[in-house]
């Protein structure tokens, strides 16, 4: 009698055990859809700024009939396109399940909406919730720490964690052809941003990062950010 009462009771255990931790499984794959459009133009773009390798935008302008100087163009609208459209599944898919996290979801597929809304102008809206999910471990606190990056360089205000950069076309003073400019935004107490860094989770230094970028890493005064960002807007 004791063993079979405790032999159904280690069966109850779990059960309870893999009902707390069986995935959605139909979401997971809604999910992992989303994130292969998400990536697709992306990848390209990121490609042939990198390598300047022209063989998938030389693909594309086949197919839909375009002139190689189209594509850039072509390319960045249709990207934009679609995300209009995931983050709107997405904001779909918060209102019924709250957001995906690892528990419902998975490893790294709790990664796809933060994503998506990093790529949308609803960063503000989102914010709060990435953050809680963030303290919950639902999702790696370092994305939580980028897209709060993010969200302070629209705002115009240094960020905490550099992994934002900017680029932008600036009249040169000499000759008044417009002259790419690039940099990290400016850092708060920037002479720890490394610390925070490796804090939050990131597995380079804010000067690794900025290598990534194609960026070479100097501390900057917002003061500066914010003058060349004008200069950029000014007609030539």
Partial sequence: MFRALYIG?????A?????QTTLNQGLKQELNSIDAEDQKYRILIMRQMLTGA?????????????TP????PYVSQRMLELDSVNIRRIARIITQYGYPGKTLV??????????VIQHSNRIPQYLPLIKKMAAKGEIPFYLYARMLDRQLMY??????????????????????????????????????????RKKAGFDSTVEANAQRLGMKYKPMAL??????????????
Avoid: M
Avoid at 9 to 13: G, P, V
């Fill in 15 to 19: 059960t309870g055990c893999l009902a």
């Fill in 155 to 196: 705002e115009g205000k240094e960020q905490l964690y550099g992994t934002q950069g900017r680029s932008f076309g600036v009249p040169n003073a000499q000759t008044g052809q417009r002259e790419n400019v690039s940099f990290i935004w400016p850092i708060q107490d920037a002479a720890r941003v490394n610390q925070r």
């Fill in 54 to 66: 022209p063989s998938g935008y030389d693909s594309i302008a086949r197919v839909v009939h375009l």
């Fill in 9 to 13: 009771l280690l069966s109850l255990l």
């Fill in 223 to 236: 003061a500066e950010a914010r003058a060349i960002e004008q200069a950029s807007a000014a007609k030539p």
């Fill in 106 to 115: 998975g490893e790294p597929t709790n990664e796809v909406a933060l994503l």
């Fill in 69 to 72: 100087e189209q594509v850039g």
